[in-house]
């Protein structure tokens, strides 16, 4: 189940490898603590943000992101993940024989990033497929009910809920509906 | 029914529209039958054969796939689009194929979604039978 009620900030840790992403990167930092009749100075040790490259093989060829953490391990849901889109990848113009174009990585990055967001230790990890603009989706298909994420070319990333059982079925942005897209794959895993 | 007047209703609603599926957007059942993903129907314009100029042309459905031998074949009907809303136009000039058509509209995930749970194989994916 989700523990989260809602993401308060959101950090960009997934980035294509020729693009830079924001991180913490110092290890130590002065900082005042104490009021002025007391005064000294007070080092604190901040975790030391690292930078992990994954690599992807697709049709042969590499195509690298970056990974940014504390803990130089990438989360239990980024190897099927990551593997699913090296299987899936759209590779060339044309993959789905009707002038799909290739996937986008800018498009992937933004992806694992909700993703990022989102997955809690015991989700289950979606499939990733390639959307013809060159945008990706993440689904889960759990005894007849369906859950989509989709970051397309255009417009915001979206989800898409389905629970024929409940008479459900749910299509919005995520961006202000985090908590409930997360309560939703957690219900699914 | 399509009220676009773009909609050609001399597609008939039981027409079917034939679609190829290429193998990395298949979503694999637990019993190893391997079904559409729904990004297969989120063109804005799906590209689609149909059949019943197939038929006029003699041509077998199985055509669609001529040039293609790693995708399967898909069907939906004319009238699952069109519950939609989205018009069905014909697309035949060269050098497109001659019963080529097009399901106009940017794609909803209901749409998509629905699509998936309508479809029905022509050419079916091989079953993965040597699952975990």
Do not use: C
């Amino acid at each position: 189940m989700a523990t989260r009620a809602q993401a308060i900030y959101r950090t960009d840790v997934f980035a294509p490898q020729d693009q830079l992403v924001v991180t913490t990167s110092g290890s130590m930092q002065r900082a005042d603590v104490f009021a002025s009749r007391d005064r000294r100075a007070a080092v604190i040790t901040l975790p030391v943000s690292q930078r992990l490259t994954v690599q992807l093989s697709v049709d042969g060829d590499p195509v690298a992101f970056t990974y940014t953490s504390v803990d130089n391990r990438l989360p239990h849901w980024a190897g099927p993940v990551l593997q699913s889109l090296s299987d899936r990848w759209g590779a060339t113009v044309g993959w789905d024989s009707y002038g799909a174009q290739p996937t986008n990585p800018q498009l992937v990055a933004k992806l694992l990033n909700i993703l990022s967001e989102l997955m809690q230790p015991t989700y289950l990890p979606p499939q990733i497929t390639p959307l013809a603009d060159g945008g990706v989706q993440a689904e889960w298909h759990v005894l007849g009910r369906d859950l989509e994420l989709v970051v397309a070319a255009d417009g915001h990333p979206t989800y898409y809920y389905f629970d024929p059982g409940a008479g459900a079925e749910e299509e919005a942005e995520i961006d202000p509906n985090y908590a409930r897209v997360q309560a939703l794959i957690g219900d699914l895993s | 029914m399509a009220n676009d007047p773009r909609d050609d209703s001399s597609i008939l609603s039981e027409d079917r529209l034939l679609r190829r599926v290429p193998p990395n957007q298949l979503f694999t059942e637990p019993d190893g039958s391997q079904r559409p993903t729904s990004a297969v129907f989120r063109h804005d314009e799906l590209s689609v054969n149909i059949e019943s100029l197939m038929v006029e042309q003699h041509r077998r459905p199985e055509d669609a796939l001529t040039g293609f031998p790693g995708d399967s074949l898909t069907a939906i009907t004319a009238g699952d689009v069109r519950a939609f809303g989205y018009p069905i136009v014909k697309d035949i000039d060269p050098p497109n194929d001659p019963a080529h058509g097009l399901v106009l509209g940017k794609k909803t995930s209901s749409f998509a979604n629905a699509m998936v749970r309508a479809h029905r194989w022509i050419v079916a994916p091989a079953k993965i039978e040597d699952l975990g």
